[in-house]
């Protein structure tokens, strides 16, 4: 069995990221822990519970299963493939193998809950990104 998730991220996408960051940032005071350009991820519970606010915009539009006000469950692992190679073996059906974002210097897949809700994987690369408590 794989080690236990370490941390949760929630993503959700804004048509005004600007209006949103100030509004989580600084309306609610969430702290900052992470600045990937397009998103901004803040700190909800200490080191483990974070919430990433995400550009959704005509320009750039997310894909159609992360569409504005869609939401993604993010379970963060040191790893990702020992979960994927669990959760296969389990019968869950992932978009993809696990594969490195340059965007979002992530490591990560997606798959999908019973009723359809995105969930991923994810390990983050940036070194400037808060670890766990231990």
């Given at each position: 069995m794989p080690a236990p998730f370490e941390q949760q991220v929630t993503f959700v996408y804004?048509?005004?990221t600007e209006r949103s960051w100030r509004f989580y940032g600084e309306t609610i005071g969430l702290e900052l822990a992470l600045d990937q350009g397009?998103?901004?991820i803040y700190r909800v519970a200490g080191r483990e519970g974070f919430l990433g606010v995400c550009?959704?915009?005509a320009?750039?539009?997310p894909p159609p299963d992360r569409a504005p006000r869609g939401v993604v469950l993010t379970l963060v692992t040191p790893d990702v493939d020992g979960w994927h190679a669990l959760l296969k073996s389990r019968g869950v059906v992932f978009d993809a193998e696990p594969r490195h974002s340059e965007r979002y210097n992530v490591?990560?897949?997606f798959f999908r809950d019973p009723d359809g809700y995105?969930?991923?994987l994810q390990?983050?690369?940036a070194p400037e990104w808060p670890?766990?408590?231990r």
């Open positions: 804004a048509s005004d397009a998103c901004r550009r959704a915009s320009a750039t539009p490591y990560s897949c995105l969930l991923e390990k983050f690369l670890a766990p408590r």
